[in-house]
């Protein structure tokens, strides 16, 4: 057997090890969702006694319903208006040309750096000054900005052939006429692996919806599931139920698309 063999048999074994540690977790509370409020923390894997009760206490006994619609409505628009918005930007970014540019990018670049923590309290006070606490603008404008969006789409855009935009210059198009007929056809790829980024990011936040509403119809499902494990106290069953449900949509949709997501990172040139 030769060394390259040896080494790609290594790495596929190495790769499968990775995957099965990384979906335990996952497995785990699948199947606990099923178990009973006794056998919920016995350390089996497989539910001595299947139940269903689990799942019918969470969808009546608490708005669950409505959190998931929350978590669907805000994670959907932040989604939309954030592809749109930063697609725009990176094509600026990319192909024209304006005093300042690379300052511009680079500093869009730089808040990377930030974590959301640091920009919590100052975001709060501002979106308090515009009054859009306990709405639904308010949980999404400041989701919108998202500087790797940026990044990944000018880095695309950079790697498109000119020749085609300079084709339909000629041809009369104007920017906006070669961004929407020409470049956004080009980066459906692109833009449905950041799509699904967006996506479950919006879907998974937690601390900036606990924050910035306290309208109980206003709850997103993560912060409804925070809620549920404390209002419920040791009762795990129906935690890891809601959570459970909480997941699948998004091991469903990441699971579809993740070919997309593979060959936006390949095509966009990170290695």
Request: positive net charge; aromatic residues 14%.
């Amino acid at each position: 057997m030769s060394a390259g063999r040896r080494g790609r048999i290594g790495l596929t074994v190495l790769g499968t090890v990775l995957a099965a540690v990384a979906f335990f977790p996952v497995l785990w509370m699948i199947t606990s969702a099923f178990k009973t409020r006794d056998t919920v923390t016995d350390g089996k894997l497989i539910p001595d006694e299947f139940t269903v009760q689990n799942f019918v206490y969470v969808f009546t006994e608490v708005p669950f319903v409505r959190y998931l619609l929350n978590s669907f409505f805000i994670s959907a628009v932040i989604t939309v208006v954030a592809l749109l918005l930063h697609s725009m930007a990176a094509y600026a970014l990319a192909r024209l040309r304006f005093p300042g540019r690379e300052t511009l990018f680079m500093t869009i670049f730089s808040t990377l750096l930030i974590t959301a923590p640091v920009v919590l309290i100052p975001l709060f006070l501002v979106v308090r000054e515009l009054g859009m606490l306990d709405s639904y603008a308010g949980l999404i404008i400041p989701a919108i900005f998202n500087a790797f969006g940026i990044f990944l789409l000018r880095q695309f855009y950079l790697g498109l052939p000119r020749e085609l935009e300079e084709a339909a210059i000629v041809d009369g198009c104007g920017h906006w006429r070669v961004y929407w007929s020409i470049v956004l056809p080009l980066s459906r790829p692109i833009l449905s692996a950041l799509a699904i980024f967006f996506f479950l990011a919006n879907w998974n936040s937690f601390l900036w919806p606990l924050v910035s509403t306290t309208n109980p119809d206003l709850t997103v499902v993560q912060v409804g599931i925070a809620s549920f494990q404390s209002q419920y106290g040791s009762n795990w069953n129906y935690v890891l139920a809601a959570a459970a449900v909480a997941a699948a949509p998004m091991l469903v949709l990441f699971f579809s698309f993740q070919k997309q997501i593979t060959e936006s990172i390949k095509t966009s040139g990170l290695k």
